[in-house]
């Protein structure tokens, strides 16, 4: 029995009730290996999926079969011989006797099917980058490509950190014109590390655009993010930084050399520092979180607004065209996507639902009176969607997973 089937096999006890105390221990140090065997064994024993799981049966079963026919041709089904319905589907091939990775148990009203377990993660590290002429690269091809020692895309190179997460490193261009700029963008479900030509570091959360000059030998560099990024700028920077997050009005899908608008929009200016700023067009608010050095932060410049100065640890709002200071801001909670945390206290679940299907590129659905209460979430990034919205079903949520759809019900 290879491990696939061992642990089918001790899911399938566990359900029964048959499970020793050396396999439940066996089972649990399996468990324990990744977020996913969590999420794995949750979604395997939980009694509203199982009853699911049987009136599907017929279908599942079906759709088993295609799967593994589909992906092996000598898959020897023994129930078209007349017998029972295996528990594990085999496969002969030249070398060895393969166990599929799918167990099938019809034993006791139950269905379980391992391979064919959805899973969903968040935050994978891929990123595209539109040039000043309208081309696009995508990353994940230029990190292909710097592997095999060619030049990685046209506006600079792909390295890789010990962590295995990606860096996209802009060149300078100081005979580019001021005006020339390039537009790194990920998609829903994606985020990326871009290093700018000065040493800046800015990490790129999902369904995000950051637009940059080309040429950085100028005294002022403006940056417009359309998303979520954080910033950290270092002190040896001798230019200043103006960011500009557009208004809700104005944010748009990233396009090469789109012209942001001023008119509403919050705008901050900084040389040393560390900051996250959040801004997405489907969020009722924009939010500045200083977490280091100092800045200045005004409302449509153009009018001649004057600037609010801040110091590490605040926070400024832009809600329906006004400046808020929170002086003492949730700065953990702010940055805990940087961090690789999932991370709300007693937010509204419309709140939370607008990030993970963002993070995890799902749609989400309500079904029913949404509740007037709050919700609270402390999970690693890199959790699986079932064991995430496990969490929220224990605070009184319920919910049905339909491929890319998450349909919440109340």
């Not at 589909?70 to 085999?90: N, V």
């Not at 700028?233 to 208004?247: F, G, L, R």
């Amino acid at each position: 029995m290879n491990p696939s089937e061992r642990i089918g096999w001790l899911l399938f006890l566990q359900v029964r009730h048959k499970i020793s105390r050396k396999e439940k221990k066996e089972l649990s140090a399996w468990r324990k290996l990744s977020a996913e065997n969590e999420s794995l064994f949750q979604s395997a024993t939980d009694p509203v999926t199982l009853r699911r799981r049987i009136g599907k049966m017929p279908e599942a079963r079906q759709q088993v079969l295609e799967k593994l026919h589909e992906q092996f041709p000598d898959l020897e089904d023994l129930s078209q011989k007349g017998e029972r319905p295996a528990r594990i589907f085999y496969i002969t091939t030249r070398k060895k006797l393969l166990a599929v990775a799918a167990s099938v148990v019809i034993g006791g009203g139950w269905f379980f099917m391992l391979a064919g377990y959805s899973s969903i993660k968040a935050g994978g590290y891929h990123a595209s980058v539109i040039s000043p002429e309208g081309e696009t690269d995508n990353l994940n091809s230029a990190w292909s490509d710097f592997k095999r020692g060619f030049q990685a895309g046209k506006a600079g190179v792909v390295i890789e950190k010990e962590n295995g997460q990606y860096i996209y490193v802009a060149p300078n261009e100081p005979k580019s014109a001021k005006t020339r700029f390039y537009t790194l963008f990920t998609k829903a479900g994606g985020e990326f590390i871009l290093q700018l030509a000065d040493g800046t570091t800015v990490r790129v959360n999902a369904a995000t655009s950051i637009r940059y000059p080309a040429n950085f030998s100028q005294d002022t560099i403006h940056i417009t993010v359309d998303g979520e990024a954080y910033f950290e700028i270092p002190e040896n920077v001798k230019h200043v930084y103006t960011i500009t997050a557009p208004s809700r009005d104005q944010a748009q899908p990233p396009t090469a050399n789109r012209q942001p608008s001023t008119n509403s929009a919050l705008q901050i200016s900084t040389k040393a520092a560390t900051f996250n700023l959040m801004s997405y067009p489907e969020e009722p608010s924009t939010l500045f979180s200083l977490i280091g050095g100092t800045a200045d932060v005004r409302l449509d410049s153009s009018a001649g607004s004057s600037p609010i100065s801040l110091v590490a640890g605040q926070q400024v709002s832009l809600d329906s065209g006004r400046l808020n200071i929170m002086r003492t801001g949730n700065l953990d909670d702010a940055i805990a996507w940087k961090n690789n945390r999932i991370i709300f206290h007693d937010a509204e679940i419309r709140t939370i639902m607008r990030q993970v299907a963002r993070w995890y590129d799902v749609t989400v659905i309500y079904d029913g009176n949404i509740p007037d209460r709050k919700f609270s979430l402390d999970l690693p990034s890199d959790t699986d969607i079932y064991v995430l919205l496990r969490s929220l079903e224990t605070q009184g949520l319920h919910f049905q997973v339909e491929k890319k759809t998450v349909i919440l019900r109340f």
